[in-house]
Each structure stands twice: as structure tokens, then as C-alpha cells.
């Protein structure tokens, strides 16, 4: 069976920067998409970004040219590098993977706060 870990999460204030990890374990991690998703307090979960077996990459519009996911496929771990944070993208950020999107990590806190 396949986990995922979130690492990386915690306080920063706004303008600043973090880079959440995703660790999967299982040899399968390297064929599938992974996406990060985040929910906010009394909102629905949404998609971040994503990025393909072959590294292709795709993210929301509120994040596109501050965030940017990628993997490295030998340690089974997507990464999320967060630069320019606000307020706004405080939340709990999922990692998720595998087959259909079938797993889903913890979740990491991330708050954006001066």
C-alpha cells in the first residue's frame, strides 16, 4: 500500500517562502501524476498544482508564478516550493497520487500571518 507524507508546513509571514515535501512510499510512485491540493477553514478542497510522470506541470491561477511543483522520481518525493505567500493561502495542503488519485497524504498546516 502506498503513503504519502507531508513535511514543510508551518507560520511565515506574508511575502514570504516555504517548500512543502511529499515522501510516497512504494516503488510505484514514479508512473503517476502528482497534485498538490489545499482547503481553507470553511471552504472545499482545491487543486494546486500538479505535475505528470514525464514532469509536465500545471497549476490554479491564484498560485501560477509563485509556486512551483516538482519531483524527483529516485527518492519517490514531490515537492512544492512556495514563494510570495499571502494571507489568502493559508490552508492545509494535501499531497495526492497514484492511480486515479487514489492516495492522499495527512495534510501539513500552512499559515501566511504577520
Known amino acids: 500500500q502506498v503513503r504519502l507524507v507531508e513535511s514543510g508546513g508551518g507560520l511565515v509571514q506574508p511575502g514570504g517562502s516555504l517548500r512543502l515535501s511529499c515522501a510516497a512510499s512504494g516503488s510505484i510512485f514514479s508512473i503517476y501524476t502528482m497534485a498538490w491540493y489545499r482547503q481553507a477553514p470553511g471552504k472545499q478542497r482545491e487543486l494546486v498544482a500538479a505535475i505528470t510522470r514525464g514532469g509536465t506541470t500545471s497549476y490554479a491561477d491564484s498560485v501560477k508564478g509563485r509556486f512551483t511543483i516538482s519531483r524527483d522520481n529516485a527518492k519517490n518525493t514531490v515537492y512544492l516550493q512556495m514563494n510570495s505567500l499571502q494571507p489568502d493561502d493559508t490552508a492545509v495542503y494535501y499531497c495526492?497520487?497514484?492511480?486515479?488519485?487514489?492516495?492522499w497524504g495527512q495534510g501539513t498546516q500552512v499559515t501566511v500571518s504577520s
Open positions: 495526492n497520487g497514484g492511480p486515479l488519485g487514489a492516495y
